[in-house]
């Protein structure tokens, strides 16, 4: 199996406020101002966590016949006070009902999908490499 490579690119705005925007031209904003005007990085690292167990457990209840009518995800997350200001714990509530599904075919695509495909939630221990490139200086930035 090959590694799937994907990229973003983080364009700085002005003050605490950046756009990602991927290969596909989808972007979204981020600040870290206070108060911020966008979500916050860290607010994305929770929303891409949830979008991503979401899209599992989503994928799993149809796949058992048990489609989820109504489902959402709320998630709090508890960080650090010194830098990094990492997240110390992570609570993830999945909230569904449908008109098949069950408990137990419920809290087992939610296992599934935290302890095996979610990549987001794997993600979270990764090794983080930085690298830097200084680009040569020609005039004023816009931002």
């Known amino acids: 199996m090959s590694d799937d490579l994907q990229r973003v690119r983080v364009e700085y705005l002005g003050e605490h406020r950046f756009r990602a925007s991927n290969q596909a031209g989808f972007a979204l904003n981020t600040d870290g101002g206070d108060p911020a005007k966008d979500l916050k990085p860290m607010e994305i690292l929770l929303a891409a966590l949830g979008g991503c167990t979401g899209i599992d457990v989503v994928d799993i209840m149809r796949k058992k016949r048990?489609?989820?009518?109504?489902?959402?995800?709320?998630?709090?997350?508890?960080?650090?006070?010194?830098?990094?200001?990492?997240?110390?714990?992570?609570?993830?509530?999945?909230?569904?009902?449908?008109?098949?599904?069950?408990?137990?075919?419920?809290?087992?695509?939610?296992?599934?999908?935290?302890?095996?495909?979610?990549?987001?939630?794997?993600?979270?221990?990764?090794?983080?490499?930085?690298?830097?490139?200084?680009?040569?200086?020609?005039?004023?930035?816009?931002?």
């Not at 695509?109 to 930085?130: D, F, I, N, P, W």
Request: net charge neutral.
């Open 66 to 143: 048990t489609p989820l009518a109504r489902y959402r995800i709320e998630i709090e997350g508890v960080r650090a006070l010194d830098h990094p200001r990492r997240f110390l714990t992570i609570t993830v509530r999945h909230v569904g009902s449908g008109p098949d599904v069950t408990e137990a075919a419920f809290q087992h695509a939610v296992g599934l999908s935290h302890e095996r495909y979610c990549s987001v939630s794997a993600s979270l221990s990764a090794t983080v490499r930085a690298e830097i490139h200084l680009e040569p200086w020609s005039g004023p930035s816009g931002a």
